[in-house]
T-cell receptor, first 110, second 110 residues
Framework: DAGITQSPRHKVTETGTPVTLRCHQT?????MYWYRQDPGHGLRLIHY???????DKGEVSDGYSVSRSKTEDFLLTLESATSSQTSVYFC?????????FGPGTRLTVT | KNQVEQSPQSLIILEGKNCTLQ??????????LRWYKQDTGRGPVSLTI?????NTKSNGRYTATLDADTKQSSLHITASQLSDSASYIC?????????FGKGTLLTVNP
């Protein structure tokens, strides 16, 4: 998985609670991304980062925030989790055109 | 609105046989198209990246074609192996702005 780790790998949480997912890379790539993958949909971009403290919204950013204080870490926060945010979340990194994906985090909101 | 249609949705073939997966897209901006392989429970792994000016690109037993005029791409798998069982995802776009298809689920049986 190209030096990308995601934590936690699995999480069950209750509606209304905040949740933070972490993506850590050892490749020193400039770009980092958060996607979600749901049945019946392709991967959808939530937020991305093009450098430390430089982030922008993707296609499905409502209800999510991100932070990148170091090159190697990109955090995704669900401010108040809802059942519609039950999904598998993938982090990806890139330096050029190639995107490398992490192993994913399965999040269940009950 | 960006759209990516992959066909078939699923496919079962016998080990050793060839198969071709299709991807039709309407995406803007467009500068390249990627094919990913995603094993169950894992993150996607890149198979090929083609720029709009490339017609064919190979990676071992995988050969991708691209017709940017008709907005169609295909992925041909030769001499399939059991390990080829996975979801194959088409993703056209530009740099970090990709639109992912829902994938074709390929099952290779002995």
């Amino acid at each position: 998985d190209a030096g990308i780790t995601q934590s936690p790998r699995h999480k069950v949480t209750e509606t209304g609670t905040p949740v933070t997912l972490r993506c850590h890379q050892t490749e020193n790539h400039r770009y980092m991304y958060w996607y979600r993958q749901d049945p019946g949909h392709g991967l959808r971009l939530i937020h991305y980062s093009y450098g430390v403290k430089d982030t922008d919204k993707g296609e499905v950013s409502d209800g999510y925030s991100v932070s990148r204080s170091k090159t190697e870490d990109f955090l995704l926060t669900l401010e108040s989790a809802t059942s519609s945010q039950t999904s598998v979340y993938f982090c990806a990194i890139s330096e050029t055109d190639e995107q490398y994906f992490g192993p994913g985090t399965r999040l269940t909101v009950t | 609105k960006n759209q990516v249609e992959q066909s078939p949705q699923s496919l079962i073939i016998l080990e050793g046989k060839n198969c071709t997966l299709q991807c039709n897209y309407t995406v803007s901006p467009f500068s390249n198209l990627r094919w990913y392989k995603q094993d169950t429970g894992r993150g996607p792994v890149s198979l090929t990246i083609m720029t709009f000016s490339e017609n064919t690109k190979s990676n071992g037993r995988y050969t991708a074609t691209l017709d940017a005029d008709t907005k169609q791409s295909s992925l041909h798998i030769t001499a399939s192996q059991l390990s080829d069982s996975a979801s194959y995802i088409c993703a056209p776009g530009s740099n970090y702005k990709l639109t992912f298809g829902k994938g074709t689920l390929l099952t290779v049986n002995p």
